[in-house]
């Protein structure tokens, strides 16, 4: 009841301009109170706010698949308008094919799930009293719609805001493809000068002629009045008047940059000229800067060369699903821009507005695509959605400084080594053809952009064979040689290769990157074992690579954040974790690289923030202490490292990082770095395991079989140690013929702790952990229903349990079992094997006395 009466309230915000008369100006979000139901009739609605989605958890959960069909909304509104105004409602993004109802009417359609759509509802209100209004929203599986398939997740609903706009019968435009109806360019523009073009519709729908100014204002950063003039015009009955002025110059304009975003504003107001009322007003984002791409000098902005370094942004969140409020949105740019970034590309959809203002605000210059990913679908249909989608992009984002590129496909034939060779054929044909179409829309809706797609590697014989990179201006390679390719070092002889064929081309890495996950650390980094050290090693390689070849213009990585894709699994199931945070934006030490690299002022990061819990064995008997790997990050020549308040020398930084064999001592470790007046600390609890296990001080050990890497325990920061071979003294599996290979992944049930689980040792004779004699509780991990393996394992002879357990799937299963040891030979699993191989995934073994 509250919330409805505060709305009411503020459905009129009363303007005053120039001491003209006033008028109600009306445009209110209408994101409370509705309700929501996966069925048409049910008695049981659930109570909502938007923005919503019915797939934030069902995402994450454990059952594959999640809701792909429809979604029904409703809300009661009360709507006080006159006579003369007409009322619309406008959707910022409901995904994927709305049907929006007024009082039981259907007021009309929309198809794309990324771009905004306006109704006018006037015809359908009642303008005393209640009014009924219901939004069907369908995320089926259509393959007329973008994107046919993605690595990403398809949540359906109404998840950006829903606006309810009231406005006299003589407006700026509200029937052009979601647009504000204006739009503004700087046809031409330098350090001495920028013109200004405004060009627009104002439409009169009243049956009476009328006479109105049109007075336009632009304002600079400070609010300052730089430019202002008064059009008038007699806009006969039902008609048009199509505005487009060109004569507003600015001298010496504050110019545009990632560095200096100065940003104008172009105010225009439409004033009824025999009442002298404010009849409809648009406030519109205004930037000089001009920018070209040289094939082999890169990227300039007003002239200067500038290497064009950021990230690829996912508009989704734990928890939220793609339902994000504005705040978490100008959150994630301005993490991004905090990392030093210049350049975003919004892959692989256009998004919330709030993310296009601030690009122009913080200064990102920006690359913005349309869903039309992996392959087309051959009908008209999925042909005319691409198109809709495009322009209403282009349309609803044209006035944002920050956008210099307008993409259409990414990775587009990644599909089609899977078809027969005759649809292969005409699969190449028709997508090359509509991607000329595409091309050919952009360049008469905005010629001052660039126009790219993302090519990918793998399918490169399919882009020299229809030659589909040339249609487009700018190509992006998203490439991933390194993680789903050997070698990283491959890279840019690969770029250097491309360049060399295609001297004239100029070209950005729009993808790279690798995947982590915060709980994973290696000694030894490797592809594919997820480690947050691999992934630095990977990109810290590549920005290397990138850096050094001026023909570059300019890089993305993939991703700024994990985000969703329901179907994928890497190690956490469903996500996708390249990114450089974390779903829930904690920072990887990866972002630190980045932000060492990208900084402009000094920057300083002890590179173990996801590493502060670490276990492993004393050097000697003697030397209570183990030598582990710690990265500084940092922009400053030398760097100085303590520990404990212990000096570990001072190092030079190479590639913006420093590397200390830090001896890390039983407990907690200050360390601190500095470098001139800038200094980090973090503590690192470390979890010393004696040189003898025998050893009185040995209290516990956790070991994560079939892995070479660190697992760390979210809930409790327990350490699991990579597996290791059995040496006297210490612990290990004994096995014949051990040759390591990387686990298989797959989602474990039962357990968050997946790579724990499905990494597993195989056929060992046994394991042997050489302790004292004592009481000891032992914990034996098992992935449940591997292959037909059964076996039983023994714990120094005795038989604990029986493998497979009654499960039915591949479940987590923890046993533990109190042991006494009383033969001075240690703690002994072993395996009695009746079928198959045994297998074990883990030995958690702590001293009780
Ligand atoms: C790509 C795709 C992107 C994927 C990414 C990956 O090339 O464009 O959508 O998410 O690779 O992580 O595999």
């Given at each position: 009841?509250?919330?409805?009466?505060?709305?009411?309230?503020c459905?009129?915000?009363?303007?005053?301009?120039?001491?003209?008369?006033?008028?109600?100006?009306?445009k209110v979000s209408i994101n409370e109170?509705?309700?929501?139901?996966?069925?048409?009739?049910?008695?049981?609605?659930?109570?909502?706010n938007l923005p919503h989605t019915?797939?934030?958890?069902?995402?994450?959960?454990?059952?594959?698949?999640?809701?792909?069909?429809?979604?029904?909304?409703?809300?009661?509104?009360?709507?006080?308008?006159?006579?003369?105004?007409?009322?619309?409602?406008k959707f910022e993004g409901a995904n994927?094919?709305?049907?929006?109802?007024?009082?039981?009417?259907?007021?009309?359609?929309?198809?794309g799930g990324y771009t905004a759509f306006i109704?006018?509802?006037?015809?359908?209100?009642?303008?005393?009293?209640?009014?009924?209004?219901?939004?069907?929203?369908?995320?089926?599986?259509?393959?007329?719609?973008?994107?046919?398939?993605?690595?990403?997740?398809?949540y359906?609903g109404i998840y950006r805001d829903v606006f309810l706009i009231?406005?006299?019968?003589?407006?700026?435009?509200?029937?052009?493809?979601g647009s504000s109806?204006?739009?503004i360019?700087?046809?031409?523009?330098?350090?001495?000068?920028?013109?200004?073009?405004?060009?627009?519709?104002?439409?009169?729908?009243?049956?009476?002629?009328?006479?109105?100014?049109?007075?336009?204002?632009?304002?600079?950063?400070?609010?300052?009045?730089?430019?202002?003039?008064?059009?008038?015009?007699?806009?006969?009955?039902?008609?048009?008047?199509?505005?487009?002025?060109?004569?507003?110059?600015?001298?010496?304009?504050?110019?545009w940059?990632p560095?200096?975003p100065?940003l104008?504003a172009?105010?225009?107001?439409?004033?009824?000229?025999?009442?002298?009322?404010?009849?409809?007003?648009s406030t519109q984002p205004l930037g000089?800067?001009?920018?070209?791409?040289?094939?082999?000098?890169?990227?300039?902005?007003?002239?200067?060369?500038?290497?064009?370094?950021g990230t690829n942004r996912h508009q989704d969140r734990e928890g939220y699903g793609n339902a994000l409020t504005g705040d978490m949105h100008e959150q994630d740019i301005r993490l991004i821009k905090d990392m030093?970034a210049?350049f975003i590309r919004i892959a692989h959809y256009p998004q919330d507005p709030r993310v296009l203002e601030m690009c122009d605000k913080l200064g990102l210059l920006v690359w913005e695509e349309?869903?039309?990913?992996?392959?087309?679908?051959?009908?008209?249909?999925?042909?005319?959605?691409?198109?809709?989608?495009?322009?209403e992009m282009i349309r609803q984002h044209y006035n944002h400084p920050s956008i210099?590129?307008?993409?259409?496909?990414?990775?587009?034939?990644?599909?089609?080594?899977?078809?027969?060779?005759?649809?292969?054929?005409?699969?190449?044909?028709?997508?090359?053809?509509?991607?000329?179409?595409?091309?050919?829309?952009?360049?008469?809706?905005?010629?001052?952009?660039?126009?790219?797609?993302?090519?990918?590697?793998?399918?490169?014989?399919?882009?020299?064979?229809?030659?589909?990179?040339?249609?487009?201006?700018?190509?992006?390679?998203?490439?991933?040689?390194?993680?789903?390719?050997?070698?990283?070092?491959?890279?840019?002889?690969?770029?250097?290769?491309?360049?060399?064929?295609?001297?004239?081309?100029?070209?950005?890495?729009?993808?790279?990157?690798?995947?982590?996950?915060?709980?994973?650390?290696?000694?030894?980094?490797?592809?594919?074992?997820?480690?947050?050290?691999?992934?630095?090693?990977?990109?810290?390689?590549?920005?290397?690579?990138?850096?050094?070849?001026?023909?570059?213009?300019?890089?993305?990585?993939?991703n700024s954040f994990?985000f969703?894709?329901?179907?994928?699994?890497?190690?956490?199931?469903?996500?996708?974790?390249?990114?450089?945070l974390?779903?829930?934006r904690?920072?990887?030490?990866?972002?630190?690289?980045?932000?060492?690299?990208?900084?402009?002022?000094?920057?300083?990061?002890?590179?173990?923030?996801?590493?502060?819990?670490?276990?492993?064995?004393?050097?000697?008997?003697?030397?209570?202490?183990?030598?582990?790997?710690?990265?500084?990050?940092?922009?400053?020549?030398?760097?100085?490292?303590?520990?404990?308040?212990?000096?570990?020398?001072?190092?030079?930084?190479?590639?913006?990082?420093?590397?200390?064999?830090?001896?890390?001592?039983?407990?907690?470790?200050?360390?601190?770095?500095?470098?001139?007046?800038?200094?980090?600390?973090?503590?690192?609890?470390?979890?010393?395991?004696?040189?003898?296990?025998?050893?009185?001080?040995?209290?516990?050990?956790?070991?994560?079989?079939?892995?070479?890497?660190?697992?760390?325990?979210?809930?409790?920061?327990?350490?699991?140690?990579?597996?290791?071979?059995?040496?006297?003294?210490?612990?290990?599996?004994?096995?014949?013929?051990?040759?390591?290979?990387?686990?298989?992944?797959?989602?474990?049930?039962?357990?968050?702790?997946?790579?724990?689980?499905?990494?597993?040792?195989?056929?060992?004779?046994?394991?042997?952990?050489?302790?004292?004699?004592?009481?000891?509780?032992?914990?034996?991990?098992?992935?449940?229903?591997?292959?037909?393996?059964?076996?039983?394992?023994?714990?120094?002879?005795?038989?604990?349990?029986?493998?497979?357990?009654?499960?039915?799937?591949?479940?987590?299963?923890?046993?533990?079992?109190?042991?006494?040891?009383?033969?001075?030979?240690?703690?002994?699993?072993?395996?009695?094997?009746?079928?198959?191989?045994?297998?074990?995934?883990?030995?958690?073994?702590?001293?009780?006395?």
């Amino acid at each position: 009841m509250r919330l409805k009466k505060t709305v009411q309230r503020c459905l009129f915000i009363l303007l005053t301009f120039n001491g003209l008369a006033t008028i109600a100006q009306k445009k209110v979000s209408i994101n409370e109170n509705w309700e929501f139901s996966k069925v048409e009739q049910s008695t049981n609605w659930e109570k909502i706010n938007l923005p919503h989605t019915w797939n934030a958890t069902d995402v994450i959960d454990e059952i594959p698949g999640y809701y792909r069909g429809i979604g029904w909304y409703k809300k009661q509104l009360k709507v006080s308008f006159s006579k003369n105004e007409r009322v619309y409602l406008k959707f910022e993004g409901a995904n994927n094919n709305t049907e929006v109802f007024v009082n039981g009417k259907s007021v009309g359609t929309h198809v794309g799930g990324y771009t905004a759509f306006i109704f006018d509802v006037t015809a359908y209100l009642n303008p005393v009293g209640e009014n009924e209004i219901k939004v069907k929203v369908d995320n089926a599986v259509n393959l007329n719609d973008l994107p046919v398939s993605a690595d990403f997740t398809f949540y359906g609903g109404i998840y950006r805001d829903v606006f309810l706009i009231v406005k006299d019968e003589l407006h700026f435009d509200m029937k052009n493809s979601g647009s504000s109806g204006v739009f503004i360019s700087t046809p031409s523009v330098s350090a001495k000068k920028g013109t200004v073009k405004v060009v627009g519709k104002i439409e009169n729908e009243s049956n009476k002629p009328k006479k109105i100014a049109l007075l336009t204002t632009i304002k600079d950063a400070f609010g300052k009045v730089v430019y202002e003039s008064t059009k008038t015009k007699n806009i006969a009955k039902n008609a048009i008047w199509d505005f487009n002025f060109s004569d507003a110059e600015i001298l010496n304009p504050n110019l545009w940059s990632p560095e200096q975003p100065n940003l104008y504003a172009v105010e225009l107001k439409i004033i009824d000229q025999r009442t002298k009322k404010i009849i409809d007003s648009s406030t519109q984002p205004l930037g000089f800067r001009w920018f070209r791409f040289d094939a082999d000098k890169g990227f300039f902005l007003n002239d200067k060369h500038l290497k064009l370094i950021g990230t690829n942004r996912h508009q989704d969140r734990e928890g939220y699903g793609n339902a994000l409020t504005g705040d978490m949105h100008e959150q994630d740019i301005r993490l991004i821009k905090d990392m030093g970034a210049n350049f975003i590309r919004i892959a692989h959809y256009p998004q919330d507005p709030r993310v296009l203002e601030m690009c122009d605000k913080l200064g990102l210059l920006v690359w913005e695509e349309i869903p039309v990913v992996n392959e087309i679908n051959t009908t008209k249909e999925f042909a005319d959605h691409a198109k809709l989608s495009l322009v209403e992009m282009i349309r609803q984002h044209y006035n944002h400084p920050s956008i210099i590129i307008w993409a259409y496909m990414n990775e587009i034939f990644a599909t089609n080594k899977m078809r027969k060779l005759v649809e292969r054929k005409e699969l190449l044909a028709k997508t090359t053809a509509l991607a000329k179409e595409l091309e050919k829309i952009v360049k008469t809706e905005d010629s001052s952009r660039k126009t790219a797609m993302a090519l990918e590697y793998t399918y490169a014989d399919e882009y020299l064979e229809t030659g589909i990179g040339n249609v487009c201006d700018i190509v992006g390679w998203n490439l991933y040689i390194g993680w789903y390719q050997e070698d990283m070092t491959k890279f840019g002889p690969f770029l250097d290769d491309w360049h060399k064929k295609y001297p004239t081309k100029s070209f950005i890495i729009s993808e790279y990157g690798a995947g982590s996950d915060t709980r994973i650390h290696s000694l030894t980094p490797t592809r594919y074992d997820y480690s947050v050290e691999y992934q630095e090693d990977n990109l810290e390689s590549y920005y290397q690579q990138i850096m050094a070849r001026p023909f570059v213009s300019g890089a993305t990585v993939w991703n700024s954040f994990d985000f969703n894709s329901e179907g994928r699994m890497d190690v956490v199931p469903n996500i996708n974790n390249k990114g450089l945070l974390t779903v829930d934006r904690k920072p990887k030490d990866s972002y630190y690289f980045f932000k060492a690299a990208l900084s402009s002022t000094p920057f300083i990061k002890i590179a173990s923030s996801d590493w502060m819990n670490r276990a492993g064995r004393a050097e000697s008997e003697q030397f209570a202490f183990c030598k582990q790997p710690v990265v500084i990050y940092s922009n400053l020549p030398n760097v100085e490292l303590f520990n404990n308040g212990v000096s570990l020398g001072v190092k030079p930084t190479q590639g913006f990082k420093a590397i200390w064999d830090v001896p890390f001592n039983n407990g907690l470790n200050q360390l601190v770095a500095k470098a001139n007046n800038k200094l980090d600390q973090i503590a690192i609890n470390f979890h010393l395991q004696p040189y003898l296990l025998s050893d009185p001080s040995f209290t516990s050990i956790a070991v994560n079989f079939g892995s070479k890497e660190y697992f760390l325990e979210q809930s409790t920061g327990l350490v699991w140690e990579p597996e290791r071979e059995y040496t006297e003294g210490y612990w290990g599996f004994v096995k014949n013929n051990y040759v390591y290979t990387q686990p298989t992944r797959f989602d474990v049930k039962r357990t968050t702790n997946d790579p724990l689980f499905y990494a597993y040792l195989k056929d060992a004779n046994s394991i042997k952990f050489d302790v004292a004699d004592g009481n000891y509780e032992v914990e034996l991990l098992f992935v449940d229903q591997i292959g037909n393996n059964r076996f039983s394992t023994l714990i120094n002879g005795n038989a604990v349990f029986a493998y497979p357990s009654q499960n039915q799937e591949k479940a987590a299963i923890t046993v533990k079992a109190f042991v006494e040891v009383t033969t001075g030979k240690g703690l002994i699993v072993s395996f009695d094997k009746m079928q198959g191989s045994p297998i074990i995934s883990g030995i958690k073994i702590r001293k009780r006395f």
